[in-house]
């Protein structure tokens, strides 16, 4: 007797049936469409309109399925295609290279005689802009039951409908082949912006045709087309876990530019922004581990800026975690915030969830484990997202069952999320259970990141790729104030003074010498001034910002200076530093007696700054030295007579490295 698997051998050549339809290779891939819908829920379930299985008489033999099974993602890169299907169920994605197979067990693919069960096969090619469904489903009909076509009996007239936004024809067959009754459900939709197809074809018995009608209906609507993306090497490795999900390579940008959300105070949120491309349905997890007691936050928006996901379930000090499923195809941006505005340092990590799995907790089944893999190389990273009624609490165990890190820092409904670094190759456990014995739903994500994220300083709008430092500032003036930006420079010693206003100010910026004498002028345009100016002499030089048309505004100035360069700073300042190694950077400060003030100096995870009060004799009037690699240094200080101190900061042993520095006012 035929096989299931030989008897749908001949399925192979729908291939090359819609390639020749299809013409052209696939085109780039799309804007997402307006009409794919997003995920609606961490755990996939089949649509609440899905009809129930029928009181349809079933054989004895074939227990009557449950509808409401879990599903698990299939994720198909070189396809251009997702969908959803019972996690129970066997899927063969290297059926060809077209197409793939799925079952509700093995039993049914191995079977010489049918008896009882489904059998789906599920192919995707390219498609013409304007491909005609029907024609394409007549012609497929053929290959499908190569010469039994003539046989096969239209028992539900071809259904032009919709689904998940991409036309659609649905028709169903019966026929007999090696005495096997079957009824053929064929379903055949096309993406036309991406230029791809997808057939489906169920089999199954006619007697249990009605009761397995659901799934197919369940699975056809999870289905998603997406243009085929051209992929390089693959930027994470898979965590063993999952071997029914395959993700592709994510296309991130991890580079670490930064850009100020509202540049008309600095007080406001300070985004960083990363780029990222996903394909419909693809699952990744996002960490960011704060180095400091700053509470961050995250979230995703779409190309055009929209907020599709946020997330601060974590308090400060905790890693923050996101598990994102992309609605659509598309480039999106991960971003990254602090709570109260707060500046500080954090560590990225972004990977592929290779393992996706839903699962649940209760009385009799507290406990639930998935082995994965880990190496030397790579970081593990996990995520569980619990129900509302679920604390998760989520633990890496070793191969012995000895606990490596544990994980319950958010309360129940919200995420707990996990970052390891093996220090060897080998097998490892994560388990997830409840806080005090709760029961609940939950879905667990795992995947690997680079054993070194990429460290980024929150607060900061420019990256020095040489020693030195940018200062950032903000000014709230009168019609007729000027203001002075003094720097101390030596000969050949370049500066960038960058002025910007939102309110419509029109700044005129002067540079002058030590004795009041104009240099150089810039009004070159009415919102901004871009003035770059190199020294000839050592002297202190004054950066001067008036009103152009004695009107009053604001705006916002932002200095880049060499190391060899001591500029003015002053309370409300935000300064971006780099030291080289052995070098130093210095801040002139001038104010008067009795005055209070406070340096905050937040250094790179692995720097450790020291940093120090000066007068104009090099007197070290205050140091500190308290924190170690990563940490901030926090100092105090009493001006005690009207003059200039100076603020330097170097690194301990004569370590190089980036900072952030803060003054802040002690006397508001």
Known sequence: MTTFRSLFVLLIVLSALLIACGGEEATPTPEPTATAEPTATATPVPPTDTPEPTATPVPTATPEPEISADFTPHIDSTRGLFFEYPTDWVLDPEFDDNALTLANSQEVVDSDTYEGGIFMLLQVAGAEEESDLETLQEDAVTYIFGGSEEEAVVVEEPILTEINGYPAVVTGYELTIDDIELRVTLITLVNEDAARTATLAAFTGVEEADMWHPYVTAIADTVRLSAVKATTAAETTPVAGATAVVVSPLDVDLSGDMDLLNETALDTDTFDFYDISLLTGQPIIVAAIPANEIDLELSVNDADGNLVEEVDDSFSGDIEGLLFVAPADGDYQINVSEFSSQAGSYVLAVSSANLYETGSLDSAEAVAQYPVSGSADRSILAIVDGSDNLDAILTLLDADGNVLVSVDNTLSGSRETLLYQPENDGEYTLQ???????????????????????????????????????????????????????????????????????????????????????????????????????????????????????????????????????????????????????????????????????VEVIPEQALDVIVQILDLDNNILAEIDDQFNGETEYLEFELPENSTYFIRIFGYDGAGGDFVMNVLSLDE
Do not use: H
């Open 432 to 598: 997830v259970t409840a806080y005090g014995g709760e029961t609940g739903d939950f879905v667990l994500a795992a995947g690997s990141s680079s054993a070194e994220p990429t460290e980024v300083v929150v607060g900061v709008t420019t990256t020095l790729t040489e020693p030195g430092s940018t200062i950032e500032t903000y000014y709230d003036v009168s019609a007729d104030e000027e203001q002075f930006f003094p720097i101390w420079l030596f000969a050949g010693d370049t500066v960038t003074f960058f002025v910007y206003s939102e309110d419509g100010f029109d700044a005129l910026v002067e540079v002058q010498d030590f004795d009041g004498n104009v240099l150089l002028s810039a009004d070159e345009s009415f919102t901004e001034e871009n003035v770059e100016f190199t020294a000839e002499t050592d002297d202190i030089y004054y950066f001067v910002v008036r009103s152009f048309d004695e009107n009053p505004g604001s705006y916002d100035v932002l200095i880049t200076a060499p190391a060899s360069a001591i500029p003015d700073v002053a309370v409300g300042d935000l300064v971006n530093g780099k030291i080289e190694e052995d070098g130093y950077l210095e801040f002139g400060y001038l104010g008067d007696a009795g005055e209070r003030f406070a």
